[in-house]
């Protein structure tokens, strides 16, 4: 996927291909950020006169982790069988590592000419000698990688590790250049430091892509080789519209994209103008235009963005970073946040979504064998009755500020809507009958179509539930049987797939026949070559990100809906992907 290229002689402009994720150009400095690194120490400089303490620091601390890897050697001796040698020599370099030498030595020097602490100079260290090994030909040597990673681990932890906490020490202007980055991870960048992303790992529609696009920051995932070549503080690039990364820019290639740059600003400040317009079609069809939040501070995105409500919160976001689980209490407190600050809109609230990529670190959860087709979503939830209690509780009492749906994950049988439902009844009962405020008539329950067999028996759910939220990025990834996190059959990964866009035909036909309303919350939501036909299909409210909002109004404020029908329809009864993506073609440039 990657295509490196030295753009000139001499130049050390370095080209990498990847997935554009993130509309918009970044331009700062490379920090990089290595997720498998065990820890994270925090970097902080140190005064000319502390770098002797430093240097000290780092000897005792290997000299303590040595004295542990050497009584951990004793007992491998005591060990039978080739086990017990083979685990003998690894600890013996490990040992080696820590006493005199280079590692060491190098620290040393890093504490002496960089003027930082120890913890943060043997990362530092051990990430260069780490890479070293990794681009060794010899697969043995190379996989020893794992190995040196591991005695800087030992060494901060005997430094007594000054762990970091999320990105707090980003420089002005940050690129993060990471192998991947965890969707909790990401949720954690402040975009006001961060000014862009890349991965070397990662899907276009993975939820680290889907949040870095809710931040507005512009990112590349599948960047292979990245962090091979990128170094902390060098300038670095990322076209979030192309998947192009830069590192190190010619002055020419810095000119070019610092156009780009201000000309794409330019095009968002126009489309503000489109705020408070409403998206109707050129022939008066009205369209309702939601964002998808996934932390309560999102919500300011949604409503500079003109959103008209809330079409899909991601409440599992705030069950990330944590050790524990939040109250019921805390849970009231950002739920009737979001509700009150969106004044009326409706606010659409997805119970807990965990597992496959996102994980709530509190809630114990213990991945199966294929954690994607696992006990996730609402079979999680209804596995842990009381965590979903907490959480419908919460939901309930915030429904007394503002209209508020419940919407469940990953439905896959009616019994699970109607467990639900019968859990909700009984719920409101008590609640009600302790004095708790809550909206009345309670808030609708509705189900996402994001699993294909949900989507075949939409009919069924349709007869149980109270709205439809067709997720596009599990029905593709679940339908194509793609990883959607997988950057390496990413180019498979295609919600135009004739199977894909059936499906969701399907589910609308079975919603507009049960008269219940249907939106789409997936990522095609906010790309507006697909909004033709999401609208020719017949859906009239759609939920995207805040950023996506302004250009699929501008989209919607063009269409004549009349004229374009016919081809929508014809659509679905293409069977080559081709053909498809020609009409497509076709229908973006409609008018
Ligand atoms: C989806 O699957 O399309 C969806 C909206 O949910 P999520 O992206 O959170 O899985
Ligand atoms: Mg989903």
């Not at 599990?474 to 390496?488: F, S």
């Amino acid at each position: 996927m990657k295509s490196k290229s030295q753009a000139s002689v001499g130049a050390r402009e370095r080209i990498f291909e990847g997935l554009p994720v993130g509309a918009g150009v970044a331009i700062g400095v490379v920090y990089r950020h290595d997720s498998r690194a065990v820890v994270q120490v925090r970097e902080r400089k140190i005064p000319a006169n502390k770098v002797r303490t430093e240097q000290h620091r780092v000897l005792e601390a290997a000299h303590e982790a040595g004295g542990r890897m050497e009584a951990l050697q004793l007992q491998a001796k005591r060990m039978s069988g080739p086990a017990g040698e083979e685990l003998g020599y690894i600890l013996e370099a490990y040992q080696q590592m820590l006493s005199g030498s280079r590692l060491v030595r190098g620290v040393q020097k890093r504490i002496a000419t960089e003027r930082i602490n120890a913890e943060a100079a043997v990362m530092k260290e051990i990430g260069l000698m780490a890479e070293a090994f990794a681009a060794m030909e010899d697969q043995y040597l190379a996989a020893r990688m794992a190995d040196i990673r591991e005695v800087g681990r030992r060494l901060v932890e005997s430094l007594g590790k000054e762990v970091e906490m999320g990105f707090e020490n980003l420089p002005a202007n940050a690129v993060i250049v990471a192998d991947e980055l965890s969707p909790a991870d990401t949720a954690l960048l402040d975009p006001k430091r961060t000014a862009g992303l890349v991965t070397m790992l990662g899907g276009v529609e993975s939820h680290t892509a889907i949040v870095a696009r809710s931040l507005g920051l512009p990112a590349v995932v599948a960047a292979r080789d990245i962090l091979a070549e990128a170094q902390s503080g060098e300038t670095i690039i990322v076209d979030g519209g192309t998947g192009h990364v830069i590192l190190d820019p010619t002055p020419a290639t810095l000119d070019k994209y610092r156009r780009k740059r201000a000309g794409y600003v330019k095009s968002q400040q126009s489309l503000k103008k489109l705020k408070t317009v409403p998206a109707v079609t050129r022939d008066g069809f009205r369209i309702h235009l939601q964002a998808n939040i996934e932390l309560p501070g999102d919500v300011d995105l949604a409503l500079a963005a003109g959103a008209e409500g809330v079409g899909l919160f991601r409440s599992e976001f705030m069950f990330m970073n944590r050790p524990d689980m939040p109250s019921e209490k805390e849970q009231f407190a950002e739920l009737s946040a979001v509700v009150k600050k969106m004044a009326g809109r409706p606010v659409t609230i997805r119970t807990l979504d965990v597992g496959a990529d996102k994980l709530g670190d509190g809630l114990g959860m213990k991945p199966g064998p294929n954690p994607a087709l696992g006990l996730r979503a609402i079979r999680f939830s209804l596995s842990r009755r009381k965590v979903m209690l907490i959480q419908l509780s919460a939901i309930l009492r915030a429904s007394a500020y503002g209209p508020v749906r419940i919407l469940l994950p990953m439905v896959c049988i009616v019994e699970e809507v109607r467990q639900v439902r019968r859990m909700l009844t009984r719920l409101i009962a008590q609640l009600k009958r302790r004095g708790v405020k809550i909206a009345d008539p309670p808030p609708p329950l509705g189900v996402m179509i994001e699993i294909p067999g949900a989507a075949l028996a939409a009919d069924a759910l349709a007869a149980e539930a109270d709205f439809f939220a067709i997720g596009t990025n599990d029905l593709t990834q679940y339908t194509l049987a793609i990883d959607r996190t997988d950057e390496q059959v990413a180019y498979l990964y295609n919600p135009l797939h004739p199977a894909v866009l059936r499906l969701i035909q399907f589910s609308a036909e079975a919603a507009l026949a049960a008269r219940i309303p249907v939106s789409v919350c997936g990522e095609m939501a906010g790309d507006e070559r697909m909004t033709p036909i999401l609208l020719g299909f017949g859906i009239t409210e759609l939920s995207m990100s805040s950023t996506s909002l302004p250009r699929v109004k501008k989209r919607i404020l063009e269409l004549n809906l009349s004229a374009i029908s016919g081809r929508v329809r014809r659509i679905t009864s293409e069977s080559d992907p081709a053909r498809v993506r020609a009409i497509v073609e076709e229908l973006a440039k409609a008018g």
